[in-house]
């Protein structure tokens, strides 16, 4: 392949780009439910991960945030006895749920999206 030379991107069906999207926005349900945000990502990928590689792909990418997102949440509770705990957590939950929505958006254009500061967990 030329150095130039641009590799078109696989169409992704409606239905799959669908069940991405939802794994991404299923965490949103950790907003409501005590670990929601780890539960929805994860009923959605089991169901949908044999059937379908893009959902598998991108349940793997959001259930590793959602426990990256988790540790960060455990240390901002541990830091709120320094009192700096009460700053960070609202940051961070604003940066999850800001990252959660972006990645819904990619899913549904059917293109890739890798979230920032995430811990490979789950490969």
Not at 8 to 15: N, Q, S, T, Y
Not at 45 to 70: C, R, Y
Not at 84 to 105: C, D, H, Q, T
Request: proline share 5%.
């Amino acid at each position: 392949m030329k150095e130039n030379q641009q590799v078109e991107p696989i169409e992704v069906d409606k239905e799959q780009r669908t069940w991405a999207m939802l794994c991404h926005l299923s965490a949103l349900a950790g907003f409501i439910v005590p670990m929601g945000s780890i539960i929805g990502p994860l009923i959605v990928w089991l169901i949908k991960k044999d059937e379908m590689p893009t959902v598998a792909e991108h349940g793997k990418k959001s259930l590793n945030f959602q426990i990256t997102m988790l540790i960060a949440y455990i240390v901002c509770f541990i830091l709120m006895f320094v009192v700096i705990g009460v700053i960070l957590l609202p940051i961070v939950a604003v940066f999850s749920f800001i990252m959660i929505v972006i990645g819904a958006i990619k899913a549904n254009d059917g293109k890739e999206f890798n979230y920032p500061i995430t811990l490979n967990l789950i490969k």
